[in-house]
T-cell receptor, first 115, second 111 residues
Framework: DGGITQSPKYLFRKEGQNVTLSCEQN?????MYWYRQDPGQGLRLIYY???????QKGDIAEGYSVSREKKESFPLTVTSAQKNPTAFYLC??????????????FGDGTRLSIL | SQQGEEDPQALSIQEGENATMNCSYK?????LQWYRQNSGRGLVHLIL?????REKHSGRLRVTLDTSKKSSSLLITASRAADTASYFC???????????FGAGTTVTVRA
């Protein structure tokens, strides 16, 4: 059954700590994305990757880092530099074609809170 | 910055009624997409409409696009309790690399 798996579902961060959110997909998609969602708001793009070993900053990349060593995996690290990390984090993937972005498939999110 | 803006912010309807929500955007697009999000879950893609299309249907969903007004609407007909969710429009703006999402319309369908 193809899809995107995000783990953990809930995560707590202590002050000064880096935490890593996992995102794995078995849809054979080239493109992967990380979004942040705050209560009552839309999604804001943190980082995206069009291909393995390449990624680009989105609109709110400060305080976050990513890697894309495998096609299936796109982990997000929330560093201690991110002063307001409490949010719902969503990972997505899509195929790459020209003529506009294709539908994105989303995981079920990780809810990050500060201890 | 958010390219798409949905209206209204919230909508409450009786089961069986139709629900209409609108999306406005600022720059030219290749396509516009609508997504649904149930509480505490990820987004689910509903429908994609290309900039050269004016209307598209999928089951009980009808989407229109007016590029001259830079606006789109999503109509859900004969609503059910299971349609209770937040609905988001997303546009790709002037590049092929990222979607911009609006803040969404929260729809509540009362039994």
């Amino acid at each position: 059954d193809g899809g995107i798996t995000q783990s953990p579902k809930y995560l707590f961060r202590k002050e000064g700590q880096n935490v890593t959110l996992s995102c794995e997909q078995n849809l054979n998609h080239d493109a992967m994305y990380w979004y942040r969602q705050d209560p009552g708001q839309g999604l804001r793009l943190i980082y995206y990757s069009q291909i393995v070993n390449d990624f680009q900053k989105g609109d709110i990349a400060e305080g976050y880092s990513v890697s894309r060593e495998k096609k299936e995996s796109f982990p997000l690290t929330v560093t201690s530099a991110q002063k307001n990390p409490t949010a719902f984090y969503l990972c997505a993937s899509s195929i790459r074609t020209g003529g506009g972005l294709q539908p994105q498939h989303f995981g079920d999110g990780t809810r990050l809170s500060i201890l | 910055s958010q390219q798409g803006e949905e209206d209204p912010q919230a909508l409450s309807i009786q089961e069986g009624e139709n629900a209409t929500m609108n999306c406005s955007y600022k720059t030219s697009i290749n396509n516009l997409q609508w997504y649904r999000q149930n509480s505490g879950r990820g987004l689910v893609h509903l429908i994609l409409i290309r900039s050269n299309e004016r209307e598209k249907h999928s089951g009980r969903l009808r989407v229109t696009l007016d590029t001259s007004k830079k606006s789109s609407s999503l109509l859900i007909t004969a609503s059910r309790a299971a349609d209770t969710a937040s609905y988001f429009c997303a546009t790709d703006g002037s590049n092929d690399y990222k979607l911009s999402f609006g803040a969404g319309t929260t729809v509540t369908v009362r039994a």
